[in-house]
């Protein structure tokens, strides 16, 4: 028997900061040895010719997240298969508290989804849409001591929608918790106004879901943001940002010395709004819905620019799947009338990496480490769970992708293990694929073929974010 339970040899090991050719030797589920050789290890895993990177964290994926009449098509056993067959080992949904509903039992009951289905290691940020002062005094301060380390709050949706003073109190509330607060940057008067008009002119289609969300709305909710937060001195993470102008906004008040984080997802490098108009302006739009929306080729460069030049710190999926053809999904009655009620989201947890290694890492514009930062390492600096997660040193855990950086696949949704019954890169080429996931020293998903068993991944607690202390003494 030798020093290792498993070694990981030939590959070329690739971090946020170096890329090495040397062996990894794991023993109980963490990594034990970075070396030249590693012999003599209980068993072995041949990388040669392979990169072998630390797992995917996937910090903005939703499961299990059903409204009236409408069926997430992702719980925590598909979501997670779908998640590791991507080459994520982490994964980070939500826990919604509906209005009028306790924070605390609203957790309570999502922890039981989780528990012993969860393929991926996970954590549980929080969604407010209630923040009375029992949320914010109580319930929100035990959550994040527990673990709950980060929330988001919305600008837009009806049962979501927190006002201007709602949302001060929240980021009061963050900045005395040292918790992270992400904001979904929409303003919901514009959009409501917009749609009104919109439907009244008869143009209902999934296309118009784009129309009724322009850019700008987008803007004025991240600068209204911005300023809220420069008003409490907290610090924010903007999410999903889906083109020039918001990315603008965030670089405008990372400028300024205000910590300011962006995110950015898939969707907005790869899919624009002509993809919403289906075939001729149908319903088949409806499978790119999500907000904020797919937008052009120029916001495809604006998001290049900040992914590259550190405007972004995160590369997330927003995996918010659900099932095109059903009565209880895109296509259900009251969506065909009109694009309001086409569920906004689309599944993409397992196709972030590839898509972002085909277009960043093969095509040249960003870097490996670049990369790994985008997907990996900052996912767990900013969400409380670095050095455990994210980074491949000695003492972290055994969470590893290997890679083909030279594969060439054509997504198809006969590929993918998700529970949507699509996948919006239908026919989309990609160079760059997972070949193995490993999660804790143990293969999770092995070419093709997810191996690791629902209940395999463990809950995170997360530590509070250094991402998340304010620019001012108290
Ligand atoms: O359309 C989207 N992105 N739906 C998911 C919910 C959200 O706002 O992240
Ligand atoms: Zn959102
Ligand atoms: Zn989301």
């Known amino acids: 028997m030798g020093d290792y339970d498993v070694a990981?040899?030939?590959?070329?090991?690739?971090?946020?900061?170096?890329?090495?050719?040397?062996?990894?030797?794991?023993?109980?589920?963490?990594?034990?040895?970075?070396?030249?050789?590693?012999?003599?290890?209980?068993?072995?895993?041949?990388?040669?010719?392979?990169?072998?990177?630390?797992?995917?964290?996937?910090?903005?994926?939703?499961?299990?997240?059903?409204?009236?009449?409408?069926?997430?098509?992702?719980?925590?056993?598909?979501?997670?298969?779908?998640?590791?067959?991507?080459?994520n080992t982490t994964i980070i949904p939500f826990a919604t508290q509906p209005r009028g509903a306790s924070l605390r039992d609203s957790v309570t009951q999502y922890q039981k989804l989780a528990e012993g289905n969860c393929i991926a290691d996970y954590g549980i940020h929080l969604i407010i849409t209630d923040p009375t002062p029992s949320i914010l005094g109580q319930e929100l301060p035990a959550l994040v001591a527990d673990g709950y380390t980060s929330f988001k709050v919305f600008m837009t949706y009806d049962e979501m929608v927190l006002n201007d003073r709602q949302l001060l109190d929240v980021f009061d509330v963050a900045?005395?918790?040292?918790?992270?607060?992400?904001?979904?940057?929409?303003?919901?008067?514009?959009?409501?106004?917009?749609?009104?008009?919109?439907?009244?002119?008869?143009?209902?289609?999934?296309?118009?879901?784009?129309?009724?969300?322009?850019?700008?709305?987008?803007?004025?909710?991240?600068?209204?943001?911005?300023?809220?937060?420069?008003?409490?001195?907290?610090?924010?993470?903007?999410?999903?940002?889906s083109g020039r102008q918001a990315m603008e906004q965030i670089r405008w008040a990372q400028q300024r010395g205000l910590k300011v984080y962006g995110e950015t997802c898939p969707q907005y490098i790869s899919l624009t709004e002509e993809d919403m108009k289906g075939n001729n302006c149908d319903e088949t739009g409806g499978k790119y819905v999500c907000s904020p929306p797919p937008r052009d080729r120029d916001g495809w460069d604006a998001i290049w620019e900040g992914l590259r030049t550190g405007v972004f710190q995160t590369f997330s999926s927003d995996h918010c799947p659900f099932i095109y053809d059903s009565a209880e999904g895109k296509l259900n009655p009251k969506g065909k009338q009109s694009f309001r009620y086409v569920p906004n989201g689309i599944p993409g947890v397992e196709t972030r990496l590839p898509i972002l290694f085909s277009e960043g890492v093969s095509k040249g514009r960003i870097t490996l480490e670049q990369f790994v930062a985008l997907t990996s390492t900052n996912h767990a600096k900013i969400y409380g769970l670095y050095p455990q997660k994210g980074s491949i040193a000695v003492g972290a855990d055994a969470d590893l992708v290997l890679w083909d950086a030279n594969r060439t696949v054509t997504i198809s949704q006969s590929l993918l293990h998700h529970g949507s019954d699509y996948t919006p890169w239908e026919g989309y080429e990609v160079t760059g694929w997972p070949v193995k996931t490993i999660l804790r020293g143990d293969v999770v998903y092995d070419d093709g073929k997810v191996v690791g068993k629902p209940g395999g991944g463990r809950f995170l607690k997360r530590a509070l974010s250094p991402y998340a202390v304010p620019n001012g003494a108290d």
């Open 8 to 87: 990981i040899r030939g590959g070329t090991v690739v971090t946020a900061s170096d890329v090495m050719q040397c062996d990894i030797g794991i023993r109980d589920g963490r990594i034990a040895a970075l070396a030249d050789r590693i012999t003599g290890a209980a068993s072995e895993i041949d990388a040669t010719g392979l990169l072998v990177m630390p797992g995917g964290i996937d910090s903005h994926v939703h499961l299990c997240q059903n409204s009236p009449g409408i069926r997430m098509a992702d719980d925590f056993v598909t979501g997670s298969m779908a998640a590791v067959a991507g080459g």
């Open 175 to 241: 900045r005395r918790e040292k918790a992270l607060v992400m904001v979904h940057c929409e303003g919901y008067d514009s959009i409501k106004f917009m749609t009104e008009r919109l439907e009244a002119a008869g143009r209902t289609a999934p296309y118009y879901h784009g129309k009724s969300r322009p850019e700008l709305v987008e803007r004025e909710a991240a600068h209204r943001a911005i300023s809220h937060a420069e008003l409490v001195d907290v610090p924010i993470m903007i999410v999903h940002v």
